[in-house]
């Protein structure tokens, strides 16, 4: 697969996406020497004339630069404790942005309609992805994007897929789409209204202006346009929504949800399955979902569709996807949940590593000891619950917790 996009860097490593393992600790030192440095940006720069780049391009961009130590801090950062999807969910469904939405929906409709007719991507869901990416253009970082690719190119870390990311970005610039001092962004290197990481801006990035440049930081068309063509290119379905709040009966099998789990709309209307306001789910045949209870059983169910798993590569988080869905749909004037999400207990990343210890010891398979409640640990969490006779939704509540050695507030 491609490099993902956007504040998907900054978010998988709390969106990010799949970055080269070059199998170095994160306990790396967070400084390099000036001289180290500079020898290092040297060899990046001949690594970028091998694969094209002018001369020219290569001097006004790669001189002058400093070892940004603020980048690696970043880099390195983890999140001592989860996010819950309550959490993650409210702070990004604000009613300023949904309505700040619908006025970008309605400002640029014509542009819009035109770009859905052409690459078949609804216009709602281009500026859901513009509102959770940038705030629709409001922020889209401050760092040089040189800079940084080149501080994390020279980092042990994760080298070999920035130093990559730096070329492209090398490459970018000397197809005059931007200047070196214009092409600022975020620590990892997304840029622009969208977003986009180097390696995606140089295979999905258009000119959708005419003016010559692919412009994602000063041209709302080329960014919407640019959008739509990535989302296209990674397998959006032409017609299909990405999914929906459903509601689900008493004594459903809970155990039946997780994204792995697929089943026919048909198949799910036999489970007891309903729309929220109790009738029928819509009869398409062959057409396929998977149920997402990201809050247990107490908060909201969704049934998500193929375009949901497009959304994932974007930013592979279930919490960015159903986010970015539920947008699009308050966008276009839809309601708010018919049931609220239900925060969980905060955990430390060391307790999550307790839990999966647990799990694992008791044969439910919770995968890697990593810290992050990710969906093995919560199937995993399933299982266990379905084992000891309670409500098997994978959700981390104090009962559970406190079964597998977990004490919370």
Same mark, same amino acid.
């Given at each position: 697969?491609?490099? $993902? ?9 709390? @969106?990010?996406?799949? #970055? ?28 970028? !004339? ?25 880099? !390195? ?22 309505? !700040?939405?619908?006025?970008? $929906? ?33 922020? #889209? ?25 730096? =070329? ?25 209204? @969208? ?67 697929? !089943? ?19 009869? @398409? ?17 969704? $049934? ?50 307790? =839990? ?7 044969? #439910? ?18 299982? #266990? ?14 009962? =559970?917790?406190?079964?597998?050695? =977990?004490?919370?507030?």
């Amino acid at each position: 697969m491609k490099s $993902l996009c956007a504040v998907s860097v900054a978010v998988m490593l709390s @969106v990010s996406p799949v #970055f080269a393992n070059d199998a170095v600790e994160d306990t790396a030192s967070l400084t390099m020497s000036e001289a180290d440095f500079t020898a290092c940006v040297s060899r990046l720069g001949e690594r970028a !004339r091998e694969a094209g780049v002018s001369a020219k391009t290569v001097e006004a961009s790669l001189s002058g630069l400093s070892f940004n130590t603020r980048v690696i801090e970043l880099d !390195r950062a983890q999140p001592e404790f989860t996010a819950s999807f309550a959490g993650y969910f409210n702070t990004r469904m604000s009613e300023q942005r949904i309505q !700040r939405g619908r006025d970008m $929906l309605r400002e640029h409709r014509p542009l819009l309609d035109r770009i859905a007719r052409e690459y078949g991507v609804p216009a709602q869901y281009l500026v859901a992805f513009w509102g959770m990416e940038t705030n629709y253009g409001s922020f #889209f970082g401050r760092m040089s994007v040189i800079e940084s690719l080149a501080t994390l190119g020279c980092d042990g870390r994760r080298s070999t897929y920035f130093s990559g990311e730096l =070329v492209n970005a090398l490459r970018i610039i000397d197809e005059g789409a931007i200047t070196p001092q214009r092409m600022q962004g975020s620590w990892a290197g997304a840029m622009g209204h @969208v977003q986009f990481m180097p390696s995606v801006f140089l295979e999905y990035a258009v000119d959708d202006d005419g003016d010559g440049r692919r412009d994602l930081w000063g041209s709302v068309p080329d960014a919407m346009a640019s959008a739509a063509n990535f989302l296209r290119g990674i397998g959006w379905e032409t017609g299909s929504r990405w999914g929906r709040e459903v509601r689900l009966p008493e004594g459903f099998d809970y155990s039946l949800a997780g994204l792995s789990e697929r !089943r026919t709309l048909a198949e799910w209307q036999q489970q007891g399955v309903r729309m929220t306001d109790g009738s029928a789910l819509p009869q @398409v045949e062959d057409m396929r979902a998977s149920l997402l209870l990201p809050s247990g059983h107490q908060g909201p169910a969704f $049934l998500v569709y193929d375009n949901f798993r497009v959304i994932m590569r974007w930013n592979r988080s279930e919490f960015y996807a159903l986010s970015v869905g539920h947008l699009a749909d308050r966008i276009v004037g839809a309601g708010a949940l018919s049931r609220a999400p239900v925060d969980a207990p905060r955990l430390h990343r060391d307790q999550v590593k307790v =839990v999966q210890t647990t799990l694992n010891d008791k044969g #439910f398979e919770a995968g890697e000891v990593d810290g992050i409640l990710g969906p093995g640990t919560r199937a995993a969490l399933g299982r #266990f619950q379905k084992d000891q006779g309670m409500i098997a939704d994978g959700f981390p509540g104090k009962e =559970v917790l406190a079964r597998l050695g =977990v004490e919370v507030e």
